[in-house]
């Protein structure tokens, strides 16, 4: 979650792979493995700057459409709204 929140924070011209295991609190595989798959899936890009990596959230952050449902929570504090399961 910390990573997906420091995407939403995130410049939308993107931020290097290392700066966003810093500001996650992550390491930095664990970020490159997590950023991978989120390409996988469409929602962040990734190119090449020099010796980093750059990704960039490719839904919004604030504003407008997106898919990413959760964004909302994403950039606040909150934790994520709980699912209520019917039996």
Known sequence: MRLLRSLVVAPPDGIAADSLAEQSEVSPSNVSFHLKELVRAGTVSAWREGR??????LFSSASGSSNVP???WLASTSPPPTERRSR
């Open 52 to 57: 980093s990596i750059v990704y960039a959230r």
């Open 70 to 72: 959760c964004r909302g």
